[in-house]
């Protein structure tokens, strides 16, 4: 079977699995409708060309060609594209890798509409597949790599009980699984 270097399609399916179990006692998730994990594939990348066609994001605060994070992205070794659905809506894309730690958030978006009834869910949802992919991999951590400002990083310490670091001038931010 062709396997892309870095893309492990089994380990995927698993992790996806398991965050997927973890993730159905959430209220405020099951309120929302039906969530669904799948990877980041040609399928989520069309739903996020027609339903995200008017992204205001830019990068570094999202925005992201996603299409051309995963061509990069999945060169990587332990590379993990994920979308996120509720019901048929795109509601987020994360790409993450692994590091000797941790298992690394590298890009992280939600849904661009401003009136979104998941607003601040896809970091739950990208944490706690961040949480199985470490688990999985052995890593004692999960890092949300390059958060771009201080008002993310205050979300992420105070909401999820992260602490921010800097490593070679990049602001992230960490937990201990």
């Given at each position: 079977?062709?396997?892309?270097?870095?893309?492990?399609?089994?380990?995927?399916?698993?992790?996806?699995?398991?965050?997927?179990?973890?993730?159905r006692?959430?209220?405020?998730?099951?309120?929302?409708?039906?969530v669904e994990l799948?990877?980041?594939?040609?399928?989520?990348?069309?739903?996020?060309t027609?339903?995200w066609?008017?992204?205001?994001?830019?990068?570094?605060?999202?925005?992201?060609?996603?299409?051309?994070?995963?061509?990069?992205?999945?060169?990587?070794?332990g590379?993990?594209?994920v979308?996120?659905?509720?019901?048929?809506?795109?509601?987020?894309?994360?790409?993450?890798?692994?590091?000797r730690?941790?298992?690394?958030?590298?890009?992280?978006?939600?849904?661009?509409?401003?009136?979104?009834?998941?607003?601040?869910?896809?970091?739950?949802?990208?944490?706690?597949?961040?949480?199985?992919?470490?688990?999985?991999?052995?890593?004692?951590?999960?890092?949300?790599?390059?958060?771009?400002?201080?008002?993310l990083?205050?979300?992420?310490?105070?909401?999820?009980?992260?602490?921010?670091?800097?490593?070679?001038?990049?602001?992230f931010?960490?937990?201990?699984?």
């Open positions: 079977m062709f396997r892309r270097r870095g893309y492990e399609p089994i380990v995927a399916g698993q992790v996806l699995e398991n965050a997927r179990e973890n993730l006692a959430h209220p405020v998730l099951a309120a929302a409708g039906r799948t990877s980041l594939d040609e399928t989520a990348l069309a739903a996020w027609v339903q066609a008017l992204n205001l994001h830019q990068p570094p605060e999202g925005g992201w060609n996603w299409r051309r994070v995963r061509q990069t992205e999945e060169k990587h070794h590379h993990l594209g979308a996120i659905w509720i019901d048929d809506r795109l509601i987020g894309l994360a790409s993450l890798g692994l590091n730690t941790a298992a690394v958030v590298r890009y992280l978006e939600g849904d661009p509409r401003p009136v979104s009834r998941v607003r601040g869910l896809v970091a739950t949802v990208a944490l706690e597949v961040a949480a199985c992919y470490a688990n999985h991999k052995k890593r004692p951590e999960v890092w949300l790599w390059d958060v771009t400002n201080q008002r990083v205050n979300f992420y310490c105070e909401t999820f009980g992260m602490t921010s670091a800097v490593h070679d001038g990049v602001v931010c960490r937990k201990e699984l």
